[in-house]
């Protein structure tokens, strides 16, 4: 079935740039998406990427998507304290309003 | 910035006890969920809706049931808690199909 996989914890130095990376099985995503979850809080949207899109940027967000592969990435410029938290990596499909989600990256910065 | 609420932020009850989560919004979106996610883990859908008496069963079984009786407003209610009820409950909504889901900030349940 449908998986998207992440892994669970990146570790960078505060000033550094945060790749954090995600890969999804099924090639009929039409929109990938990235969220951000502070402890004990909700998710907050980050940003989306269409599937016809190769890249979106967003202030110090910046979001590839390599289709070939069904790789999406979300790079963090100039990572600060306020970043940590868990990334989410979510798909969907089609005209299927319900998404498929990944387990969530922790995002640690050491200073 | 999506209005999304939902009440209580934090709830710790006793075993046996009927639990209404409330999850309301205010954009008029017709697509709303409940996820349970436990502490820093993957989100499982439980219930969605689709519109004003629409109600479907997510990925994940839940002894949960919700209704959708009104465009804003779809609680989730738990007729008689269980420990193993304990989780973070995540509501959220969506417009279009172009459009993403927009959550709120969730509700902690503890089940004594």
């Known amino acids: 079935g449908e998986d998207v996989e992440q892994s669970l914890f990146l570790s960078v130095r505060e000033g550094d740039s945060s790749v954090i990376n995600c890969t999804y099985t099924?090639?009929?995503?039409?929109?990938l998406y990235w969220y951000k979850q502070e402890p004990g809080a909700g998710l907050q949207l980050l940003t989306y990427i269409f599937s016809n899109m190769d890249m979106k940027q967003d202030q110090r967000l910046t979001v590839l998507l390599n289709k070939k592969d069904k790789h999406l990435s979300l790079r963090i410029a100039d990572t600060q304290t306020g970043d940590s938290a868990i990334y989410f990596c979510?798909?969907?499909?089609?005209?299927?309003?319900?998404?498929?989600w990944g387990a969530g990256t922790k995002l640690i910065i050491k200073p | 910035e999506a209005d999304i609420y939902q009440t209580p932020r934090y709830l710790v009850i006793g075993t046996g006890k009927k639990i209404t989560l409330e999850c309301s919004q205010t954009?008029?979106?017709?697509?709303m969920y409940w996820y349970q996610q436990d502490p820093g883990m993957e989100l499982h859908l439980i219930h969605y809706s689709y519109g004003v008496n629409s109600t479907e069963k997510g990925d994940l079984s839940s002894e949960s049931t919700v209704s959708r009786i009104r465009t804003e407003h779809f609680p989730l209610t738990l007729e008689s808690a269980r420990p193993s009820h304990t989780s973070q409950y995540l509501c959220?909504?969506?417009?279009?199909?172009?459009?993403?889901?927009?959550f709120g900030d969730g509700t902690r349940l503890s089940i004594l």
């Open positions: 954009m008029g979106h017709d697509k």
């Open positions: 959220a909504s969506s417009e279009g199909s172009n459009q993403p889901q927009h």
């Open positions: 979510a798909e969907r499909m089609g005209s299927n309003y319900q998404l498929i």
């Open positions: 099924d090639s009929s995503s039409t929109y």
